[in-house]
Protein backbone atom coordinates (compact mmCIF):
# COMPACT_ATOMS: atom_id res chain seq x y z
CA UNK A 1 0.00 0.00 0.00
CA UNK A 2 1.13 3.73 -0.75
CA UNK A 3 -0.05 7.11 0.37
CA UNK A 4 -0.24 7.89 -3.62
CA UNK A 5 -2.50 4.90 -4.08
CA UNK A 6 -5.03 6.37 -1.00
CA UNK A 7 -4.83 9.84 -2.67
CA UNK A 8 -6.05 8.36 -5.91
CA UNK A 9 -8.82 6.36 -4.56
CA UNK A 10 -9.93 9.25 -2.84
CA UNK A 11 -9.70 11.16 -5.66
CA UNK A 12 -12.22 8.13 -7.33
CA UNK A 13 -14.40 7.92 -4.31
CA UNK A 14 -15.90 11.30 -4.19
CA UNK A 15 -15.93 11.75 -8.15
CA UNK A 16 -14.05 14.60 -8.89
CA UNK A 17 -14.10 15.46 -12.40
CA UNK A 18 -11.13 17.22 -12.75
CA UNK A 19 -7.83 17.57 -10.93
CA UNK A 20 -7.23 19.46 -8.01
CA UNK A 21 -5.94 22.80 -9.26
CA UNK A 22 -2.84 24.30 -7.24
CA UNK A 23 -1.35 27.58 -7.25
CA UNK A 24 1.75 28.51 -5.60
CA UNK A 25 2.67 32.10 -4.99
CA UNK A 26 6.31 32.65 -4.21
CA UNK A 27 7.22 29.03 -5.32
CA UNK A 28 11.21 28.97 -4.34
CA UNK A 29 12.17 26.02 -3.55
CA UNK A 30 14.49 26.78 -0.82
CA UNK A 31 12.70 24.97 1.55
CA UNK A 32 13.19 21.42 0.04
CA UNK A 33 9.81 19.76 -0.78
CA UNK A 34 6.39 21.53 -1.29
CA UNK A 35 3.51 21.18 0.74
CA UNK A 36 1.59 19.28 -1.67
CA UNK A 37 4.38 16.77 -3.03
CA UNK A 38 1.67 14.04 -2.07
CA UNK A 39 -0.23 14.89 -4.44
CA UNK A 40 1.61 16.03 -7.42
CA UNK A 41 3.15 12.58 -7.09
CA UNK A 42 0.00 11.23 -7.00
CA UNK A 43 -0.88 12.58 -10.00
CA UNK A 44 -4.52 13.97 -9.53
CA UNK A 45 -3.20 18.11 -9.79
CA UNK A 46 -2.40 20.73 -11.71
CA UNK A 47 0.04 23.19 -10.29
CA UNK A 48 0.71 26.57 -11.41
CA UNK A 49 4.09 28.52 -9.25
CA UNK A 50 4.41 32.05 -9.74
CA UNK A 51 8.45 32.78 -9.04
CA UNK A 52 10.08 36.21 -9.99
CA UNK A 53 13.74 35.20 -8.92
CA UNK A 54 15.49 34.26 -11.88
CA UNK A 55 17.27 31.10 -10.46
CA UNK A 56 14.85 29.84 -8.27
CA UNK A 57 12.37 30.37 -11.54
CA UNK A 58 14.96 28.27 -13.24
CA UNK A 59 15.06 25.40 -11.20
CA UNK A 60 11.21 25.12 -10.72
CA UNK A 61 10.94 24.73 -14.35
CA UNK A 62 13.96 22.11 -14.66
CA UNK A 63 11.34 19.49 -12.02
CA UNK A 64 8.24 20.64 -13.39
CA UNK A 65 6.08 17.66 -14.73
CA UNK A 66 3.69 17.46 -17.15
CA UNK A 67 0.73 19.15 -15.48
CA UNK A 68 3.21 21.70 -13.55
CA UNK A 69 3.55 25.43 -15.20
CA UNK A 70 5.64 28.29 -13.86
CA UNK A 71 5.61 32.06 -14.51
CA UNK A 72 7.81 34.81 -13.60
CA UNK A 73 5.15 37.09 -12.54
CA UNK A 74 5.49 38.91 -8.96
CA UNK A 75 1.89 38.89 -7.16
CA UNK A 76 0.65 41.59 -5.41
CA UNK A 77 -1.94 44.39 -5.85
CA UNK A 78 -1.17 45.18 -9.11
CA UNK A 79 1.04 48.38 -9.01
CA UNK A 80 4.75 49.46 -9.46
CA UNK A 81 6.66 48.11 -6.04
CA UNK A 82 10.63 47.71 -4.87
CA UNK A 83 11.58 44.18 -4.47
CA UNK A 84 14.29 43.96 -1.83
CA UNK A 85 16.93 41.43 -2.82
CA UNK A 86 18.38 40.24 0.56
CA UNK A 87 21.26 37.89 0.80
CA UNK A 88 19.54 34.73 1.65
CA UNK A 89 16.91 34.24 -0.94
CA UNK A 90 14.31 33.10 1.42
CA UNK A 91 13.36 36.80 2.51
CA UNK A 92 13.49 38.47 -0.68
CA UNK A 93 10.08 40.34 -0.52
CA UNK A 94 8.63 43.90 -1.67
CA UNK A 95 8.63 44.41 1.86
CA UNK A 96 11.63 46.02 3.44
CA UNK A 97 13.49 44.52 6.27
CA UNK A 98 13.65 45.92 9.73
CA UNK A 99 16.74 46.07 11.05
CA UNK A 100 15.78 45.95 14.41
CA UNK A 101 15.48 42.56 14.16
CA UNK A 102 18.94 41.65 13.00
CA UNK A 103 19.71 43.14 17.11
CA UNK A 104 17.39 41.21 18.21
CA UNK A 105 17.87 37.49 16.95
CA UNK A 106 21.09 35.64 16.24
CA UNK A 107 23.75 36.65 14.34
CA UNK A 108 22.92 34.76 11.08
CA UNK A 109 20.16 37.76 10.15
CA UNK A 110 22.66 39.87 10.08
CA UNK A 111 24.09 38.70 6.99
CA UNK A 112 20.76 37.16 5.85
CA UNK A 113 18.53 40.48 5.75
CA UNK A 114 21.42 42.31 4.10
CA UNK A 115 19.75 44.40 1.28
CA UNK A 116 21.73 43.17 -2.04
CA UNK A 117 19.80 44.94 -5.00
CA UNK A 118 16.46 46.73 -5.00
CA UNK A 119 14.35 45.92 -7.94
CA UNK A 120 11.32 47.49 -9.71
CA UNK A 121 8.72 45.87 -11.04
CA UNK A 122 4.92 45.33 -11.08
CA UNK A 123 2.73 43.29 -9.32
CA UNK A 124 0.21 41.43 -10.95
CA UNK A 125 -3.20 40.64 -9.32
CA UNK A 126 -4.17 37.41 -9.08
CA UNK A 127 -7.67 38.09 -10.50
CA UNK A 128 -6.18 39.62 -13.50
CA UNK A 129 -4.17 36.58 -14.61
CA UNK A 130 -5.42 34.57 -17.42
CA UNK A 131 -3.60 31.80 -16.66
CA UNK A 132 -5.46 31.01 -13.74
CA UNK A 133 -9.49 29.77 -14.57
CA UNK A 134 -9.86 28.45 -10.76
CA UNK A 135 -8.03 27.87 -7.51
CA UNK A 136 -8.81 24.82 -5.34
CA UNK A 137 -5.23 25.32 -2.76
CA UNK A 138 -3.54 28.38 -3.02
CA UNK A 139 -0.46 27.96 -1.29
CA UNK A 140 1.44 31.19 -0.36
CA UNK A 141 4.56 32.83 0.95
CA UNK A 142 6.03 36.03 -0.29
CA UNK A 143 7.50 37.46 3.08
CA UNK A 144 4.90 39.74 4.40
CA UNK A 145 3.11 40.25 0.82
CA UNK A 146 0.39 37.80 1.29
CA UNK A 147 -2.77 40.45 2.77
CA UNK A 148 -2.18 42.10 -0.57
CA UNK A 149 -2.36 38.80 -2.53
CA UNK A 150 -5.68 38.04 -0.64
CA UNK A 151 -7.54 41.36 -0.92
CA UNK A 152 -6.88 41.64 -4.68
CA UNK A 153 -7.68 37.91 -5.69
CA UNK A 154 -11.60 37.95 -3.65
CA UNK A 155 -12.84 36.41 -7.17
CA UNK A 156 -10.72 33.93 -7.52
CA UNK A 157 -10.92 32.73 -4.33
CA UNK A 158 -14.57 32.54 -3.84
CA UNK A 159 -14.44 29.07 -4.60
CA UNK A 160 -11.18 27.99 -3.18
CA UNK A 161 -11.28 24.87 -0.48
CA UNK A 162 -7.93 25.78 1.45
CA UNK A 163 -5.46 28.43 1.65
CA UNK A 164 -1.97 27.77 3.25
CA UNK A 165 0.08 30.92 4.20
CA UNK A 166 2.69 32.06 6.38
CA UNK A 167 1.86 34.53 8.48
CA UNK A 168 4.21 36.55 11.18
CA UNK A 169 4.31 36.02 15.16
CA UNK A 170 7.00 38.91 15.06
CA UNK A 171 7.07 41.03 12.72
CA UNK A 172 10.84 41.67 10.56
CA UNK A 173 10.08 43.76 7.55
CA UNK A 174 8.68 47.46 8.07
CA UNK A 175 4.92 48.03 7.13
CA UNK A 176 4.29 44.31 7.42
CA UNK A 177 0.95 43.22 7.74
CA UNK A 178 0.07 40.95 11.71
CA UNK A 179 -1.49 37.81 11.44
CA UNK A 180 -4.59 39.41 12.99
CA UNK A 181 -5.08 41.15 10.11
CA UNK A 182 -4.52 38.36 7.55
CA UNK A 183 -7.04 36.29 9.62
CA UNK A 184 -9.65 39.26 9.56
CA UNK A 185 -9.52 39.35 5.41
CA UNK A 186 -9.55 35.43 5.07
CA UNK A 187 -12.94 34.98 7.33
CA UNK A 188 -14.38 38.26 5.81
CA UNK A 189 -13.81 35.92 2.37
CA UNK A 190 -15.63 32.83 4.19
CA UNK A 191 -12.59 30.99 5.56
CA UNK A 192 -11.69 29.76 8.91
CA UNK A 193 -8.55 28.82 10.60
CA UNK A 194 -7.70 25.40 10.91
CA UNK A 195 -4.62 24.74 11.81
CA UNK A 196 -0.60 25.71 11.95
CA UNK A 197 0.79 23.54 9.89
CA UNK A 198 4.60 24.43 10.64
CA UNK A 199 6.05 26.82 12.65
CA UNK A 200 9.84 28.50 12.40
CA UNK A 201 11.71 29.52 15.71
CA UNK A 202 15.37 31.08 16.48
CA UNK A 203 17.61 31.87 19.07
CA UNK A 204 17.78 35.14 20.32
CA UNK A 205 20.81 36.90 20.20
CA UNK A 206 23.08 36.55 23.77
CA UNK A 207 26.07 36.08 25.01
CA UNK A 208 26.51 32.52 24.14
CA UNK A 209 29.34 31.90 26.57
CA UNK A 210 27.32 32.86 29.60
CA UNK A 211 25.72 29.44 29.04
CA UNK A 212 28.51 27.49 29.41
CA UNK A 213 28.24 25.10 26.41
CA UNK A 214 24.42 24.22 27.53
CA UNK A 215 22.15 23.14 24.65
CA UNK A 216 19.86 26.27 24.60
CA UNK A 217 16.87 25.62 22.47
CA UNK A 218 15.61 28.25 20.14
CA UNK A 219 13.22 30.03 21.92
CA UNK A 220 11.49 32.99 19.68
CA UNK A 221 8.95 31.84 17.06
CA UNK A 222 9.32 33.79 14.16
CA UNK A 223 6.59 32.85 11.09
CA UNK A 224 3.99 30.03 11.16
CA UNK A 225 2.47 28.52 8.35
CA UNK A 226 -1.56 28.42 8.59
CA UNK A 227 -3.79 26.64 7.12
CA UNK A 228 -7.65 28.04 6.24
CA UNK A 229 -10.14 26.27 5.28
CA UNK A 230 -13.40 27.64 3.23
CA UNK A 231 -15.64 27.35 6.50
CA UNK A 232 -16.58 23.27 7.15
CA UNK A 233 -18.89 24.87 9.82
CA UNK A 234 -21.99 25.03 7.13
CA UNK A 235 -21.04 21.76 4.88
CA UNK A 236 -24.58 22.21 3.59
CA UNK A 237 -23.65 25.66 1.78
CA UNK A 238 -20.64 24.57 0.31
CA UNK A 239 -20.47 23.84 -3.49
CA UNK A 240 -20.24 19.64 -4.41
CA UNK A 241 -17.03 20.58 -6.41
CA UNK A 242 -15.45 22.93 -3.42
CA UNK A 243 -16.53 20.23 -0.98
CA UNK A 244 -14.96 17.05 -3.43
CA UNK A 245 -11.51 19.01 -3.59
CA UNK A 246 -11.19 19.71 0.08
CA UNK A 247 -11.75 16.32 1.29
CA UNK A 248 -8.60 15.48 -1.08
CA UNK A 249 -6.69 18.39 0.11
CA UNK A 250 -7.33 17.60 4.05
CA UNK A 251 -5.75 14.12 3.16
CA UNK A 252 -2.92 14.93 0.30
CA UNK A 253 -1.67 18.04 2.41
CA UNK A 254 -3.07 18.60 5.96
CA UNK A 255 -3.29 15.23 6.65
CA UNK A 256 -6.60 15.90 8.63
CA UNK A 257 -8.57 12.93 8.51
CA UNK A 258 -11.27 14.19 10.34
CA UNK A 259 -11.96 16.69 8.11
CA UNK A 260 -11.87 13.57 5.20
CA UNK A 261 -14.80 12.06 6.84
CA UNK A 262 -16.44 15.28 7.42
CA UNK A 263 -16.83 16.22 3.84
CA UNK A 264 -17.40 12.42 3.04
CA UNK A 265 -20.33 12.38 5.41
CA UNK A 266 -22.00 15.04 3.37
CA UNK A 267 -20.89 13.81 -0.18
CA UNK A 268 -23.06 10.77 1.35
CA UNK A 269 -25.57 12.87 2.21
CA UNK A 270 -25.98 14.39 -1.39
CA UNK A 271 -25.81 11.19 -2.60
CA UNK A 272 -22.23 11.84 -4.66
CA UNK A 273 -20.89 8.71 -2.65
CA UNK A 274 -22.53 6.06 -1.59
CA UNK A 275 -21.30 4.86 2.34
CA UNK A 276 -20.83 1.33 0.92
CA UNK A 277 -17.74 2.37 -1.33
CA UNK A 278 -15.56 4.10 1.35
CA UNK A 279 -14.20 0.70 2.22
CA UNK A 280 -11.51 0.70 0.03
CA UNK A 281 -10.25 3.92 1.14
CA UNK A 282 -10.62 3.56 4.50
CA UNK A 283 -8.32 0.09 4.29
CA UNK A 284 -5.77 2.22 2.45
CA UNK A 285 -5.72 4.92 4.96
CA UNK A 286 -5.44 2.14 7.80
CA UNK A 287 -2.76 0.31 5.40
CA UNK A 288 -0.30 3.30 5.21
CA UNK A 289 -1.30 6.14 8.33
CA UNK A 290 -2.59 3.82 10.83
CA UNK A 291 -0.28 1.04 10.87
CA UNK A 292 0.63 -1.07 13.40
Known sequence: MRPIDRVRELHRLVRATRKTVVVDVGANP??????????????????????????????????????????????????????YVTKNSGLVSTLEPDPWIADYLNPWWRRAIEVRERLQLTTKRLDDLEEIDRIDFLKIDIQGGELAVFQNART??????????????????????TLGQVQA????????????????????????????????????????????????????????ETLQHMSILADSVLQSFDLVFRCLGELIRREIVQSDDTRD??????????RR
Open 30 to 83: FNGTPVYSLLRRSRVAQIIGFEPQPKALEALRSAAGPDETFLPYAVGAGRDETL
Open 156 to 177: KLASASLIQTEVPIIRYYRDQP
Open 185 to 240: ELESQGFVAHKFVEMSAHHLDYPVALAGGLPIKKSQATVADLAFLRSPMLLDQIAT
Open 281 to 290: YVNLLRGTVF
